[in-house]
C-alpha cells in the first residue's frame, strides 16, 4: 500500500515518459525494520534510479509522514546495490606542520576525466590545453578560454582538470564555480562586511580557478572589477586559470575592457561539434560503459542522426539500455528509431543510411543485399543510384557513403559516374531516377 501511494505521488510530479520507463517497472515491499526495498530488473536500472530519483521517493514518504522508512535498492535478482551520490571529494589526510587546505569546488562528476574524453579535430587543442593546466604544464600558459556550445564538452574538460588535481596533487588549491555563484558569493559577502575573506581566498589562498560561464557577467560591474583584480594577482603569481563560456571574449556584450583583455590573454580555443568519425567512436565508448551490445550498423545510424549536443547520445544509450533491460531484447533498428524520435524528433535531415534503405524498399530489395559484395546487376543498379542520390542529397564525404554500404570511396565515385552517363544517354534511367528523386523529396524534405 505504501509504495502505492508512492507511485500515485510520483506519477503527478515527473514526466508521464520518465514514470513509465524507470518507475513503473519497479516493484516493492515494505520490510519489518522500517525499510522499503524497492526490486529493480537489474543492476544498471538501480543506478540510474537512485541517481536521479531516490530524492523524489524521500520527498514523497515525508508527505505521507512516514519519513522514518530507509529506501534500499535490490536487483529482481536478490543482489544489493549501492547508492553513490556524486559528492564533492573528501579532504585528503595531512601532516600537523602541513597548512589546511582550502579549495572550494563545485559537485564534480567522477566518469568526466581526460581518460573517458574522446579526442578528435574537433577538440584536440581545448584537450591539449586542459591537460597542461592539470599537469602544471606551461606549455599552454597560464589562461585557457574555453568556447563550446551546450553538450561539446566544456564541461567535461573543466571536470576532468578539477578530477586530475584532485586525484594527483590534493594540496593544491583549486576554485571551481560558474560565474553567477561568483557573483553570488560576493554579494553575501559585501552584505556580510565580509570582503576580506572574499579577497584572502581568490588572492592568496588559489592556486588554480576555473570558473565556468563566463558571459553571465555580462552587466554586472562589481564583479568584472573584483574578477579583474583577482586575475592580475594571480596571473602575476604563475597561477593557472580556466574560463568557459559559449561566447568569445569579443563576442560577450556589457563587460569591461580590461576584464576583456584579460579573459583574451591567454590561449582561446573553439571547441566544434564532432564530425562523423568522432562521434562513432563517443557512441561506441558510451555504448561500452553502459554495457550495450551495439552493432556497428547501428552505430553508424545513431552517429548519423545525432549532430551537436553529446547529451543526446548519453541519452539515446541510456534509453535504449532501459529498453532493453525492461524487454529482456538486444537493440534493433526499430527500437533506435523509436528512441531517437522521442529524443531529437523526427529528422528531416537526409543521411546515406535513409536513402539506403528507401531506395531497398523501392526496388523491394534488403538492405543486407545492397550492402554484400553481389556484383549482379540487379542489386549492383539500385545500390549506384542509392550511392548517386546519398551524394546529390548529402555533405557526407564520400568515404562516408561508402561505410553504407560496406565499400570504400572509389567505388562511390564509379557509382556517380555510371548513373550520370545513363542519365544522359538512357531516356528511361534518367526518368527512373527522376521518379525517385521525386519520391524521396516528398517523403523526406
Known amino acids: 500500500m505504501l509504495w502505492h501511494n508512492i507511485k500515485e505521488i510520483l506519477a503527478d510530479k515527473l514526466p508521464e515518459s520518465a514514470y513509465s520507463l524507470w518507475i513503473n517497472p519497479l516493484s516493492a515491499k515494505e520490510n519489518d525494520n522500517d525499510t522499503l526495498e524497492v526490486a529493480c530488473p537489474d543492476a544498471f536500472f538501480c543506478t540510474w534510479v537512485t541517481e536521479k530519483y531516490l530524492g523524489a521517493m524521500q520527498e514523497a514518504l515525508h508527505a505521507l509522514r512516514r519519513s522514518d522508512m530507509r529506501i534500499v535498492f535490490r536487483t529482481k535478482s536478490g543482489g544489493s546495490v549501492s547508492q553513490p551520490l556524486l559528492a564533492a571529494p573528501q579532504e585528503p589526510q595531512r601532516l600537523p606542520d602541513i597548512p589546511k587546505v582550502k579549495s572550494s569546488i563545485r559537485t564534480l562528476h567522477p566518469r568526466f576525466t581526460f581518460d573517458e574524453f574522446i579526442v578528435g579535430s574537433c577538440n584536440i587543442l581545448a584537450h591539449s590545453a586542459c591537460s597542461d ?28 582538470v578539477a578530477n586530475h588535481i584532485i586525484g594527483h596533487k590534493p594540496a593544491t588549491r583549486l576554485n571551481y564555480l560558474t560565474a553567477q555563484q561568483l557573483t553570488a558569493e560576493m554579494v553575501k559577502n559585501i552584505k556580510n562586511n565580509t570582503m576580506s575573506h572574499f579577497k584572502n581566498k581568490y588572492h592568496k589562498q588559489c592556486d588554480v580557478l576555473l570558473i565556468e560561464d563566463i558571459h553571465t557577467l555580462a552587466g554586472r560591474l562589481k564583479t568584472q572589477a573584483e574578477l579583474s583584480e583577482t586575475l592580475d594577482i594571480l596571473l602575476e603569481n ?39 568519425e568522432t562521434r562513432v567512436k563517443i557512441i561506441r565508448r558510451k555504448a561500452v560503459i553502459n554495457c550495450l551490445d551495439l552493432k556497428e550498423e547501428h552505430i553508424l545510424y545513431l552517429a548519423e ?22 524487454m529482456q531484447a538486444t537493440p534493433d533498428f526499430t527500437m533506435i528509431k523509436e528512441t531517437l524520435a522521442n529524443i531529437i524528433g523526427n529528422s528531416r535531415q537526409l543521411s546515406p543510411v535513409v536513402i539506403r534503405d528507401f531506395i531497398a524498399g523501392q526496388f523491394k530489395l534488403d538492405v543486407a543485399e545492397l550492402q554484400s559484395k553481389s556484383r549482379k546487376q540487379s542489386l549492383a543498379f539500385p545500390r549506384q543510384i542509392a550511392m548517386y542520390l546519398s551524394r546529390k542529397y548529402t555533405d557526407m564525404p564520400l568515404a562516408d557513403i561508402g561505410k553504407a554500404f560496406n565499400r570504400d570511396h572509389s567505388t562511390v565515385v564509379h557509382a556517380i559516374r555510371v548513373i550520370t552517363d545513363k542519365r544522359t544517354r538512357n531516356t528511361s534511367i534518367h526518368r527512373q531516377v527522376e521518379f525517385l528523386e521525386d519520391k524521396l523529396e516528398k517523403k523526406f524534405l
Open 133 to 160: 593546466i592539470a599537469m602544471n604544464d606551461s606549455t599552454a600558459g597560464s589562461c585557457v578560454y574555453l568556447k563550446a556550445g551546450t553538450g561539446l564538452g566544456k564541461s567535461h574538460l573543466t571536470h576532468a
Open 305 to 326: 542522426n545525432i549532430k551537436g549536443d553529446i547529451r543526446q547520445v548519453e541519452s539515446t544509450i541510456i534509453s535504449l539500455k532501459a529498453q532493453c533491460a525492461l
Open 238 to 276: 604563475g597561477k593557472k586559470i580556466i574560463f568557459t563560456s559559449s561566447m568569445g571574449p569579443r563576442e560577450i556584450p556589457d563587460i569591461d575592457s580590461s576584464i576583456r583583455s584579460r579573459l583574451s590573454s591567454g590561449i582561446i580555443t573553439t571547441i566544434n561539434p564532432p564530425n562523423l
